[in-house]
């Protein structure tokens, strides 16, 4: 699909009109309904100054975000002749040696997944820039001799973490569970690796529980609750993930924790060091790589949702916040938190 755009992209870039990236879309993204799910669809947006934005929707049910990049990466590699002998094709084969199709789910599960993970309420987006100067000030926050060198999304998410307990107590003092959930690429996780150009959802969902009444709990802390779960991920246990009794025992947890009032959860996940900002089609790389914007209320919308990108200048970190809940905009306000993220700020252009 091509459209055409009647202003200049540096426009766009200057002043990032989130809501309106959803134009650049072909089609609703986040949606459960059968007529706006193709496997996938890309829309070219031509602006008047030639610039070009390049919108992709591609069915979750059939790749994360690993596989679109190895997929995005493969067709631009194709568009230059023979092509970048470094890029990967997409591996269709090896994952299945390793998660072999499960012959049946257990009952209500897709109802209890989309329950968990969706709603159907308007959910705007939020776009936040964390410089390199605000992460490295909260990995050292975070540290500690458990735990001496956070990750950056270590860190992120654990300040993230502290700022929404803080809100919720501030909101209520009444008990309250939140569950954090991060989703991990299991490609580097199996013996022996899956290639990163492994085709499918290859991923899982750790989690975590935090009571936001407990005043104990400081960033170093959550970084060490964070790369506890994480660690848990080791070739032995991942071999017992795709059987029918652990989909048994994660469909009762998805069905108790989405019919619990005392329970929140709020879903991380990580685009960075993929790869996206590499994608050429002979127009050259991307000056900013960027999530969708919000959806009206016909459309369903992540609960919750985190999303980590990679800046347009490489040394900062974007978060791309899907909610309209309470605590969320509390934390928009929260002069700690606007201490170190920069609200949508303006695309660097270096």
């Known amino acids: 699909m091509e459209a055409q755009a009647n202003f ?12 309106f990236l959803n134009k650049f879309l072909p089609c609703k993204g986040n949606c459960l309904e059968q007529s706006c799910q193709p496997l996938l669809a890309v829309q070219t947006t031509i602006f008047e100054c030639g610039g070009r934005a390049i919108g992709v929707c591609m069915l979750h049910k059939v790749a994360d975000a690993s596989a679109m ?3 995005l990466k493969t067709w631009a590699k194709l568009t230059h002749g023979e092509g970048d002998k470094t890029v990967l094709d997409p591996d269709f084969t090896s994952a299945i040696s390793v998660f072999p199709p499960i012959e049946s789910l257990p009952t209500k ?4 997944f989309e329950n968990f993970y969706f709603q159907g309420s308007k959910s705007p987006m939020r776009r936040f820039l964390f410089d390199s100067k605000a ?8 540290s500690s001799q458990s735990v001496p060198f956070p990750s950056k999304i270590e860190a992120l998410t654990a300040f993230l973490c502290k700022r929404i307990a803080s809100a919720s107590k501030f909101l209520t003092n009444a008990p309250m569970t939140l569950v954090i959930t991060h989703v991990a690429n ?20 750790p989690f ?30 991942i071999k017992d ?6 989909f048994t025992t994660l469909n009762e947890w998805l069905e108790s924790v989405s019919t619990n009032e005392n329970v929140k959860v709020f879903k991380f996940t990580s685009w960075c060091n993929m790869g996206f900002y590499d994608v050429n089609f002979s127009w050259g790389k991307p000056v900013w790589v960027a999530h969708m914007g919000d959806l009206d209320d016909s459309n369903i919308r992540s609960k919750h949702q985190f999303v980590f990108l990679e800046s347009a200048c490489k040394e ?14 509390v934390v928009e306000k929260d002069p700690e938190f606007l201490g170190y993220a920069k609200p949508n700020p303006s695309i660097c252009m270096n």
């Open 241 to 246: 993930i795709d059987n029918e009794s652990t």
């Open 316 to 329: 900062g970190i974007e978060l791309w916040i899907a909610s309209d809940d309470e605590e969320i905009r």
């Open 8 to 19: 200049h992209l540096s426009m766009f870039l200057e002043n990032p009109d989130i809501p």
């Open 109 to 112: 599960f897709i109802r209890n």
């Open 186 to 205: 299991l490609r580097p996780r199996t013996e022996p690796p899956l290639p990163q150009n492994s085709f499918g959802n290859i991923l899982w969902i």
């Open 69 to 71: 990049s190895a997929f």
């Open 135 to 142: 992460i490295k000030g909260l990995k050292a926050k975070a």
């Open 208 to 237: 975590a529980f935090y009571d936001p009444l407990d005043a104990s709990m400081e960033l170093p802390d959550l970084a060490i609750m964070l790369r506890e779960v994480f660690s848990q991920l080791t070739a032995d246990n």
